[in-house]
């Protein structure tokens, strides 16, 4: 299955920015079963860039605008081979996806919560990944600017409401205090029209994708940009400024199967 994507950010900026660092994340990453064939950056101002990995495995792009400038575009523009089965998935560090970390620490609701979650009839860690990602679509409700990037996942389930971030960030947390190792994915998705998050489970000797948000498995219409134990450090952009003032943002997503 090959799918084609065109991810665009666009900042503006009240007052110029004397000089800007930055760093993106927004290059598929190589995994078993998703494999990147093709890609093209374009980004203004244009500045000279260079290619690197995080400590994740996350592929991003780094470099600085030395230029005053009031607007910074960025846009790539590519495909992806997806890979429905490959038994070589890397599994890579499982220990360190066991724990709470940074936004996905329980606090008494969640806590409560999986108290009462059956999971008795569960045979399998992966039939309880989906139990609990059932239950967890029911009763959490997808509603749009309710919560920010900051918001942590107790906070969210709190509210009863959020965004794919705090669906992802709420689910692995049930997941760990379910025994089952689990990240978080920022990536891309046909009909979102900007990035999405979901989580993967390590479960029967390899990561599974799975969708809290639609309440799916991950098959054929996701993009996997990068991972980690929570959105902080998959972030897509992450920068330094000198001057800019307010900042406006606007992110438009198309993933398409060709």
Not at 147 to 176: K, S, Y
Not at 242 to 249: A, E, L, M, S, T
Request: hydrophobic letters at 35%.
């Amino acid at each position: 299955m090959l799918l084609e994507f065109d991810y665009q950010m666009q900042i503006r900026y009240s007052m110029p920015v004397e000089r800007c660092f930055y760093t993106i994340k927004c290059i598929p990453k190589e995994t078993g079963s998703q494999r990147l064939l093709e890609k093209e950056i374009q980004m203004k101002p244009q500045s000279q860039w260079m290619e690197g990995t995080d400590g994740w495995g996350n592929k991003k792009i780094y470099g600085c605008i030395p230029e005053p400038h009031d607007e910074f575009i960025f846009r790539i523009h590519g495909k992806v081979e997806i890979i429905p089965e490959d038994p070589a998935e890397e599994t890579g560090v499982v220990g360190m996806y066991r724990y709470p970390f940074g936004k996905c620490i329980p606090g008494k609701g969640i806590r409560k919560y999986f108290q009462s979650l059956d999971l008795a009839g569960c045979e399998s860690d992966l039939e309880k990944c989906i139990r609990i990602m059932d239950c967890l679509h029911q009763k959490f409700a997808y509603v749009p600017d309710q919560t920010g990037p900051a918001t942590e996942a107790e906070e969210a389930w709190n509210l009863g409401m959020g965004v794919c971030q705090d669906f992802a960030h709420i689910f692995e947390t049930l997941l760990r205090m379910a025994g089952i190792p689990a990240r978080y994915v920022c990536g891309l998705m046909i009909g979102e029209g900007e990035s999405h998050a979901w989580v993967e489970a390590f479960c029967e000797g390899k990561w599974i994708g799975l969708d809290p948000t639609n309440n799916c498995l991950v098959r054929d219409c996701h993009v996997k940009l990068g991972d980690g134990r929570d959105a902080s450090e998959c972030a897509i952009n992450r920068g330094i400024l000198i001057n800019g003032g307010d900042q406006w943002q606007q992110v438009k997503a198309i993933v398409r199967r060709v």
